[in-house]
Protein backbone atom coordinates (compact mmCIF):
# COMPACT_ATOMS: atom_id res chain seq x y z
CA UNK A 1 0.00 0.00 0.00
CA UNK A 2 1.36 3.33 -0.78
CA UNK A 3 -0.17 6.85 1.07
CA UNK A 4 -0.41 10.19 -1.11
CA UNK A 5 -0.31 13.55 0.34
CA UNK A 6 -1.49 16.24 -1.26
CA UNK A 7 -0.46 20.12 -0.25
CA UNK A 8 0.03 23.67 -1.75
CA UNK A 9 -3.29 24.24 -3.71
CA UNK A 10 -4.70 27.62 -3.31
CA UNK A 11 -6.75 30.92 -5.12
CA UNK A 12 -4.48 32.50 -6.97
CA UNK A 13 -5.17 35.40 -9.65
CA UNK A 14 -3.97 34.80 -13.61
CA UNK A 15 -0.57 35.10 -14.02
CA UNK A 16 0.56 34.03 -10.54
CA UNK A 17 2.18 30.89 -9.22
CA UNK A 18 1.76 27.86 -7.05
CA UNK A 19 3.83 25.31 -5.87
CA UNK A 20 2.00 21.83 -5.04
CA UNK A 21 3.56 18.99 -3.13
CA UNK A 22 2.56 15.20 -3.17
CA UNK A 23 4.53 13.07 0.04
CA UNK A 24 4.16 9.01 -0.36
CA UNK A 25 4.61 6.93 2.20
CA UNK A 26 3.98 3.04 2.52
CA UNK A 27 5.23 -0.02 0.33
CA UNK A 28 7.73 2.56 -2.20
CA UNK A 29 8.92 0.78 -4.88
CA UNK A 30 12.45 1.27 -6.46
CA UNK A 31 11.60 1.85 -9.81
CA UNK A 32 8.53 4.15 -10.09
CA UNK A 33 6.52 6.91 -11.93
CA UNK A 34 4.91 9.89 -9.88
CA UNK A 35 3.00 12.24 -11.91
CA UNK A 36 0.25 14.97 -11.77
CA UNK A 37 -3.10 14.77 -13.25
CA UNK A 38 -5.66 17.17 -12.71
CA UNK A 39 -9.42 17.31 -13.36
CA UNK A 40 -11.66 20.26 -14.10
CA UNK A 41 -15.66 20.73 -13.55
CA UNK A 42 -17.02 18.75 -15.49
CA UNK A 43 -14.10 17.33 -17.71
CA UNK A 44 -12.03 14.21 -17.91
CA UNK A 45 -8.95 13.55 -15.32
CA UNK A 46 -5.68 14.05 -17.28
CA UNK A 47 -2.23 14.30 -17.03
CA UNK A 48 -0.19 17.32 -16.50
CA UNK A 49 3.42 16.05 -16.23
CA UNK A 50 4.90 12.52 -14.77
CA UNK A 51 8.31 12.25 -13.91
CA UNK A 52 10.40 8.56 -13.53
CA UNK A 53 12.55 7.71 -10.55
CA UNK A 54 15.35 7.48 -12.43
CA UNK A 55 15.12 9.66 -15.42
CA UNK A 56 12.07 10.90 -17.53
CA UNK A 57 9.99 13.43 -17.45
CA UNK A 58 6.94 14.31 -19.54
CA UNK A 59 4.68 17.22 -19.97
CA UNK A 60 1.21 18.10 -21.31
CA UNK A 61 1.76 20.53 -24.08
CA UNK A 62 -1.05 23.06 -22.47
CA UNK A 63 1.81 23.35 -19.54
CA UNK A 64 4.98 23.57 -21.64
CA UNK A 65 6.77 26.37 -20.83
CA UNK A 66 5.02 27.22 -17.74
CA UNK A 67 4.82 23.98 -14.78
CA UNK A 68 8.06 21.55 -13.49
CA UNK A 69 8.13 18.82 -11.96
CA UNK A 70 10.48 17.78 -9.54
CA UNK A 71 11.10 14.86 -6.93
CA UNK A 72 13.08 14.56 -3.86
CA UNK A 73 13.51 10.75 -4.07
CA UNK A 74 14.84 10.55 -0.64
CA UNK A 75 12.21 11.91 0.62
CA UNK A 76 9.64 10.22 -1.87
CA UNK A 77 8.46 13.20 -2.86
CA UNK A 78 7.21 15.12 -5.92
CA UNK A 79 6.23 18.81 -6.72
CA UNK A 80 4.89 20.58 -9.12
CA UNK A 81 6.20 24.19 -9.44
CA UNK A 82 3.17 25.97 -11.57
CA UNK A 83 4.11 29.74 -12.94
CA UNK A 84 2.10 31.72 -15.06
CA UNK A 85 -1.12 30.35 -14.08
CA UNK A 86 -4.59 30.66 -16.47
CA UNK A 87 -7.89 30.60 -15.44
CA UNK A 88 -8.13 26.98 -17.49
CA UNK A 89 -5.98 25.69 -14.83
CA UNK A 90 -8.20 25.75 -12.15
CA UNK A 91 -9.05 22.07 -11.38
CA UNK A 92 -8.62 19.44 -8.52
CA UNK A 93 -5.28 18.24 -8.97
CA UNK A 94 -3.83 14.90 -7.68
CA UNK A 95 -1.08 12.79 -7.23
CA UNK A 96 -0.52 9.44 -8.95
CA UNK A 97 1.97 6.72 -7.48
CA UNK A 98 2.44 4.07 -10.47
CA UNK A 99 5.44 1.18 -9.60
CA UNK A 100 5.61 -2.95 -9.51
CA UNK A 101 2.02 -3.24 -11.13
CA UNK A 102 0.59 -1.08 -8.71
CA UNK A 103 -1.18 2.49 -8.72
CA UNK A 104 -2.19 4.88 -6.35
CA UNK A 105 -4.08 8.33 -6.44
CA UNK A 106 -4.12 10.77 -3.59
CA UNK A 107 -7.07 13.10 -2.48
CA UNK A 108 -6.44 15.91 -4.50
CA UNK A 109 -5.76 19.76 -3.94
CA UNK A 110 -7.85 22.28 -5.46
CA UNK A 111 -6.12 24.96 -7.73
CA UNK A 112 -8.17 28.15 -8.42
CA UNK A 113 -7.27 30.76 -10.62
CA UNK A 114 -9.37 33.63 -10.80
CA UNK A 115 -9.41 37.32 -9.82
Known amino acids: QVHLVESGGDLVQPGGSLRLSCAAS????????MSWFRQASGKERELVAS???????YYADFVKGRFTISRDNAKNAVYLQMNNLKPEDTAEYYC?????????WGQGTQVTVSS
Open 96 to 104: NYAGGGREY
Open 26 to 33: GSIDGLNV
Open 51 to 57: MARMSGI
